[in-house]
């Protein structure tokens, strides 16, 4: 399909209800743009905030044309997109970010080949199809080391550590994954978590949000601070420009994550990059006040072919972004009353364990818990 800027009042289509659907949308507002929302599920977050919808399962090609047909352009809210809708989707609308980029970061041993082969370093991984496989990727890289589903995976899921070689018969853990294909990854000995978010316009121009550094609780993203504290100004520079790089090869359109880890050998920071995830992303939350153009603002920007917007701290100032999750949403009340603190609630039903329910964001004050 042929791009074409788009104006206001145009439509774009979102694949994908939840909270990050959600956030795009309500960007797409603010610039008079009209938002068509499809997802399987009809509690989505995303459809609460949409112009229209449609309810239909990703495998329906009748719905899916018939969405794409509707909208002017498309984006997605999460990477798992089946490889046979995306083809749907772009047979009728532009489709960013690309095809290419979707089949690339949904595959964790394709994801690895493609950061490598750009001269950037990941941690050492094999392919593991079999349990005589394991055994040979063990005897490469060693362990501890950490065993995961190639797709699908995400918050913790599809994944095991290993840290003996006589930790579990072969067939075993080969059953916990139900068979699927595997890759094994050697252990990184980080200091800390970052991130870089950055977005890459039609015209091929990028801009990047400053370094984040990030905190996992139970495999989930708590907390992120900006700009990542006590690094050394190269190395913010050099992960700013390992993000242009990625998003350069896969000629990419929008916003992109790339989460890297920060590795200090004999006082010199490097940086490991572990995953790219092709979409608006939880450890970005904090540009929606914490900058001058908020990541899903960006994102809009960048799919309808506009300028990309600046990507400055607003005013300079640190920020704090923390992830409610489950019954810490049930503090809504103590978090409206705190001057200076930015509540967004997702308008999730049910406050499960483990479940994202929103986020709080400050601005220039110290850390808070």
């Known amino acids: 399909m042929t791009d074409r800027t788009l104006g206001p009042g145009s439509t774009l289509g979102i ?39 449609t309810c239909a399962a990703y495998d329906d090609p009748q719905a899916l044309a018939e969405f794409a047909r509707s909208v002017d352009v498309i984006t997605y809210e999460f990477e798992n997109i089946p490889h046979a809708t995306a083809d749907i989707l772009a047979a ?34 094999q392919a593991v199809d079999t349990p005589d496989d394991l055994d040979r990727a063990i005897a490469a890289i060693g362990l501890p080391a950490v065993l995961k589903t190639r797709r699908f995976g995400y918050d913790g899921k599809g994944q095991r550590i290993l840290r003996e070689r006589s930790e579990g018969d072969r067939n075993a853990l080969f059953a916990e994954f139900g068979g699927a294909p595997l890759i094994l990854e050697g252990f990184v000995s980080f200091e800390r978590e970052v991130s870089v978010v950055g977005a890459r316009a039609r015209d091929g121009s990028f801009a990047a949000f400053d370094l984040c550094e990030n905190e996992h609780r139970d495999h989930i993203l708590a907390l992120t601070r900006v700009p990542a504290p006590g690094l050394a100004p190269e190395t913010g520079r050099a992960a700013l420009d390992i993000a242009k790089r990625i998003a350069d090869a896969l000629d990419y359109v929008g916003v992109l994550a790339v989460e890297m880890f920060l590795v200090r050998e004999d006082g010199a920071e490097r940086l490991v990059v572990n995953e790219i995830a092709p979409r608006v992303h939880n450890s970005g939350h904090w540009t929606i006040e914490g900058a001058l153009t908020s990541q899903f603002a960006q994102h809009v920007r960048a799919v309808c ?32 009353a705190e001057p200076g603190a930015h509540l967004h609630l997702y308008g999730k039903g049910e406050a499960r364990a483990g479940r994202k329910m929103g986020h709080v964001t400050r601005l220039g004050s110290e850390p808070v818990g």
């Open 305 to 336: 072919g506009w300028p990309l917007g600046d990507a400055a701290r607003t005013g300079g100032l640190p920020v704090e972004m923390r992830n409610l999750i489950g019954a810490q949403a049930d503090d809504w009340h103590a978090l409206l």
């Open 92 to 125: 009728h609308a532009p489709l960013h970010p690309n095809a290419r980029a979707l089949s690339t970061t949904q595959d964790r041993l394709s994801e690895k080949e493609f950061i490598n082969g750009l001269g950037i370093p990941t941690a050492p991984f």
């Open 15 to 53: 694949v994908g209800g939840g909270q990050l659907g959600r956030m795009i949308a309500l960007a797409a507002a603010n610039y008079g743009l009209k938002v068509h929302v499809y997802a399987p599920d009809r509690d989505s977050p995303a459809f609460d905030v949409a112009a229209r919808t």
